[in-house]
């Protein structure tokens, strides 16, 4: 710590005009991760038709996503770009708690889907995951999260040097190690789990024939399948590659204490945090160009902007079909998909005859 403490002035003072480049750029993260996770957890809770199990592990991921968003972004700007924390010791703890709580959240909770996805399609008769499954795997996921971040809480302390004060993680043992090993719990664990699990996952469904399915709405059912694992491949990878240089960063300088003295390694610093930071907001976006009812949840949250229009198709995306409870998801979809293309068919031909 001897390190740490001998320069005792503030050298993460900055032009005003870079601070406020960077501020736009945190508060644009901000406000559409809010914005944007509140409509999906909206979508999926205002919905009936929404309430399957993958949503509901997306509810999980977009509400761990929206707090890390609104707890954390705009404060660890704040504490980079000034060098200064003036958020007191209790918050500290928290500061330095819950980004691991809610990152180790979101990384399990795709695993998760993925692992469902695998059942749902290599093996579609076994039984699916109930209601109270899901929420106790939910329940599990944020278990364990507080569990392996509550050192980080325990160990989080502040100190007053002569210009500013640090919020820091005084460790008993050497940072780099933890660093390391928390490294490979909430990213490169689950990164691999995920993608062997959609890598069988994708030779099944572009390159072979899935099991079970024989039933006349075969190829329906595969496009919609697709659809499902395409959108959370997306999703897998916005997340990991947002967060790769933040954790290259950390095991690097860990490595290398002389960087931390380098001139422009606030800057680097600044850059891969706000890149992790935004990966809190791209999965609403991927949702809405992906997902055909999400987009129509979207559509009419800002049903109000000129430029955007929900039609009658939107509106039925959303609406309970009075599916049986047995009823598989793909084929759910593939008999929802026929009966808007006769619906439409029926609209059109009442159009041309009013």
């Known amino acids: 710590l001897d390190n740490l403490f001998s320069n005792l002035t503030n050298q993460f003072v900055q032009p005003v005009w870079r601070v406020a480049l960077w501020s736009v750029a945190y508060s644009t993260v901000l406000a559409v991760a809010v914005f944007g996770n509140l409509i999906v957890i909206w979508v999926i809770l205002a919905h009936r038709r929404m309430r399957t199990v993958t949503n509901y592990f997306l509810l999980n991921l977009a509400f761990s996503d929206m ?44 695993t998760v889907i993925a692992i469902d996805r695998y059942m749902a399609i290599i093996h579609p008769l076994k039984p699916r995951l109930s209601a109270k499954a899901t929420t106790a795997i939910i329940v599990i996921i944020w278990s364990l999260a507080v569990a392996l971040a509550f050192p980080l809480c325990y160990y989080s302390t502040t100190r007053v040097l002569p210009r500013r004060t640090i919020c820091y993680v005084a460790w008993p043992r ?48 595969l496009r919609a399948k697709r659809k499902v694992v395409k959108m959370m491949i997306i999703v897998v990878v916005t997340f990991a590659l947002c967060w790769l240089p933040y954790h290259v960063y950390f095991i690097v300088t860990g ?100």
């Open 67 to 110: 707090s890390m968003a609104a707890f954390n972004t705009l404060i660890n700007f704040v504490y980079a770009a000034h060098g200064d924390w003036y958020f007191g010791e209790v918050y500290c703890r928290f500061h330095n708690f819950f980004p691991v709580t809610a990152v180790f959240a979101s990384i399990y909770s795709m």
């Open 174 to 221: 050497k940072a780099e190690d933890l660093s390391c090993e928390m490294t490979v719990l909430v990213y490169a664990l689950p990164l691999v789990a995920m993608a062997i699990t959609y890598t069988v996952v994708g030779i099944t469904l572009w390159g072979g024939v899935i099991p079970g399915d024989t039933s006349d709405n075969y190829h329906g059912q």
């Open 255 to 354: 490595l290398n204490k002389d960087l931390s003295k380098w001139k422009y390694i606030q800057q680097v610093y600044l850059s891969v945090l706000w890149l992790a930071m935004s990966s809190t907001m791209y999965n609403p976006i991927i949702y809405c160009c992906l997902n055909s009812r999400f987009r129509a949840g979207f559509k009419r949250v800002f049903r109000w902007c000129p430029f955007i229009h929900s039609s009658r198709y939107d509106e039925l995306e959303l609406q309970n079909r009075g599916l049986r409870p047995g009823c598989q998801s793909s084929v759910c979809t593939s008999i929802l998909s026929k009966d808007k293309s006769v619906r439409g068919n029926k609209e059109l031909f009442n159009s041309k005859n009013l």
